[in-house]
């Protein structure tokens, strides 16, 4: 049984990452991508999206969504993915559309359209087209069988700011509705994705494949693990957005607990952090699978099987 999904995206090397693991695994159904304002502008993203969909070969609507956050000036991150957004390989131009309609509406649309319950939300960005499509019709809440988000940090704090990670940073209250809208959410932090290192070995895996699909993998990962290992030292670039859809595909690589998590909209130093209640000693209700830890070699070794199946 296919699961159907739609990707919510600000790509981004690693959204792209996770855009083309999901087009690659027949166990997903991508009924569409929608774009938001995240890494880079959503002319950025959205390009990018195409330039991602046209590598892969699929057909897959793209919709672009919202181009700033619910209630606050965007904040983008060209010093992580470079002014395009997917610096490291030149794909040329667009040779994909993009579909007529907004994002929001296609969610809107595709959850009144779809039995309910069958169709998981994939936020790999900020959750501003997630909480716009909530807010504006509030009764596809029900319908979404479940939300798999890239966003937040606990024990691993944050990358943007000591306290916040970037996704939930450029849109606290939008991520701060979707956490409260009651729908089923499991969130994939820092504190795993950080886990989810590349190495120079796996790299090469991808190179030696011959592919457009595992060059184009291989030098945005390149690209985007300058920074990282600048910042932490780290060797390796943190696949943050594909752990999302590798757990939509083999859950059992990746484990957690469910918690609850609120997000904090006012903090005079600490807006976007993601309160994590891991211990459980406030008593609130838990409202995500807060995913900690992951398989990494598992991890790695679905990646590079499923981009091996692009030519
Ligand atoms: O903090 C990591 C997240 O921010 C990832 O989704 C990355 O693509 C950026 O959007
Ligand atoms: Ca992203």
New binding site residues.
């Given amino acids: 049984m296919t699961r159907k999904i739609i990707i919510d995206t600000?790509p981004?090397q690693?959204?792209a990452v996770a855009i083309l693991l999901a087009l690659a695994s027949p166990e997903l159904e991508v009924l569409g991508i929608t774009t938001v304002a995240?890494?880079v502008p959503l002319t950025l993203t959205t390009r990018n999206a195409q330039l991602i969909v046209g590598l892969s070969g699929r057909t897959v609507p793209i919709h672009a969504g919202c181009d700033r956050p619910l209630n606050r000036k965007l904040v983008t991150?060209e010093y992580v993915h470079g002014q395009t957004g997917l610096d490291g390989i030149d794909l040329g131009d667009p040779t994909v559309p993009v579909t007529p309609g907004n994002g929001v509406d296609f969610i809107i649309d595709t959850l009144r359209r779809e039995p309910a319950g069958t169709v998981t939300l994939v936020p790999?960005?900020p959750l501003t087209n997630i909480a716009a499509a909530f807010a504006r019709a509030p009764d596809i809440i029900p319908r979404v069988q479940q939300v798999v988000l890239?966003g937040g940090a606990y024990f691993e704090v944050g990358?943007v700011t000591p306290a916040a990670?970037?996704?939930i940073y450029v849109d606290p209250e939008a991520a701060a509705q979707v956490l409260g809208s009651g729908v089923d959410v499991v969130m994939m932090p820092?504190d795993v994705t950080h886990k989810a290192l590349t190495s120079a070995g796996w790299l090469a895996g991808l190179r030696a494949l011959g592919t457009r699909a595992g060059e184009a993998v291989a030098s945005w990962t390149d690209f985007f693990e300058r920074y990282d290992r600048e910042k932490y030292g780290s060797e390796g670039a943190p696949l943050?957005?594909p752990c999302t859809i590798a757990w939509l595909i083999r859950p059992e690589l990746f484990s957690g607990r469910r918690i609850n998590v609120e997000i904090e909209t006012e903090g005079r130093y600490t807006t976007g952090m993601t309160v994590a209640d891991w211990w459980g000693v406030t008593g609130r209700e838990p409202n995500a699978l807060f995913i900690r830890d992951i398989d990494r070699e598992g991890f790695f070794d679905l990646l590079t099987e499923r981009i091996a199946r692009f030519s």
């Fill in positions: 600000d981004g690693d959204d995240g890494n991150a790999i960005g890239m990358n990670e970037f996704n820092l943050h957005d």
